[in-house]
């Protein structure tokens, strides 16, 4: 008599779902040029949390009264890898510190964008009507205005200093993040998850920053880093024509404006090396944020 054997039952395991940052990093992984642009973003956040540390000499030190005549405008040596200015301060030393102003100005900026472009997106998507209308030809009239000169307006009646320039870069530049929420926000309303919270007894604002929110970060965080690049032009641009940071700190765009000068004499140093760190600075945080824009688009989930 032969005895069945008992059948065994095969359970399949169900493979775990993924998170949109978690499929989206291993896009950014993927991607190289990205991946660069952020290992430079982040040399130059060292560079500005560790300056002190980095550097030997201070940004303002007049090495004249040290090394006497020699120090006065110095080619590249070991001694000043990136030479000296007129008043014998350290171009490299000087460099280094200014990509705290930079990365500070460019940090305070769009913090400040961010705050004012998305909550009056926010209020004209969610809201419509009356609101939608003042708040969208605010927006138009704005972008009506050249963004340079309407930054210089504002800050050429008040003495120029670090904290104006990155204030008034700040209230003008949120009109991309104000367009992004109103259409993110346009077609996140009509969601079942909307109606839901509403149903829950939840109020408009809760339901705005609670729940709308969270689902448009991800275009919020690529402009912000794309945007970084521009901010960081645009303060250099401001410095050069003397509305930014003012001598003797330590400015990318001071530097150049005192540089170019002296490039028909000879003494290029002064003014390149400072632009070669706007340039990397500004291709670090464009490729970063190019990368992010690809990898945090769920359409492109494989």
Not at 25 to 44: D, T
Not at 226 to 243: H, N, P, R, V
Request: glycine content about 8%; proline content about 5%.
């Amino acid at each position: 008599m032969n005895v069945a054997e008992p059948k065994t039952t095969v359970i399949k395991e169900t493979p775990k779902g993924t998170s949109l940052y978690r499929d989206s990093w291993v896009r950014l992984k993927r991607n190289k040029l990205a991946l660069f642009g952020g290992f430079l973003v982040i040399i130059i956040i060292f560079l500005a949390i560790f300056a002190d540390v980095i550097t030997v000499y201070d940004p303002t030190e007049q090495l004249i009264w040290k090394e006497g005549a020699k120090a006065k405008l110095a080619s590249p040596s070991w001694e000043h890898p990136f030479g000296t200015d007129l008043f014998g301060r350290d171009i490299l030393t000087r460099v280094i510190y200014g990509t705290r102003i930079s990365l500070a100005i460019a940090l305070a900026s769009t913090i400040i964008s961010m705050i004012i472009g998305v909550f009056l997106g926010a209020c004209a998507g969610y809201f419509g009507g009356w609101v939608d209308s003042i708040i969208s030809w605010l927006v138009n009239v704005i972008y009506s205005f050249p963004f340079l000169l309407f930054i210089i307006a504002i800050v050429a009646y008040l003495p120029p200093s670090m904290w104006l320039t990155f204030i008034a870069i700040g209230c003008v530049n949120w009109m991309r993040y104000a367009r992004l929420i109103r259409g993110q926000f346009l077609s996140l309303r009509e969601k079942e998850f909307v109606e839901a919270a509403r149903a829950l007894g939840a109020n408009d604002f809760a339901i705005m920053f609670k729940h709308l929110l969270p689902n448009a970060l991800s275009p919020i965080i690529v402009n912000a880093t794309l945007g970084m690049g521009g901010i960081i032009m645009l303060e250099a641009s401001l410095t050069f024509l003397g509305f930014g940071t003012q001598p003797p700190t330590p400015s990318w765009g001071n530097m150049i404006s005192e540089g170019q000068r002296w490039l028909s004499s000879g003494q290029w140093w002064w003014a390149i090396f400072p632009g070669i760190a706007i340039s990397l600075t500004v291709l670090g945080f464009n490729l970063l944020g190019d990368g992010l824009r690809d990898a945090l688009d769920p359409r492109l989930k494989d």
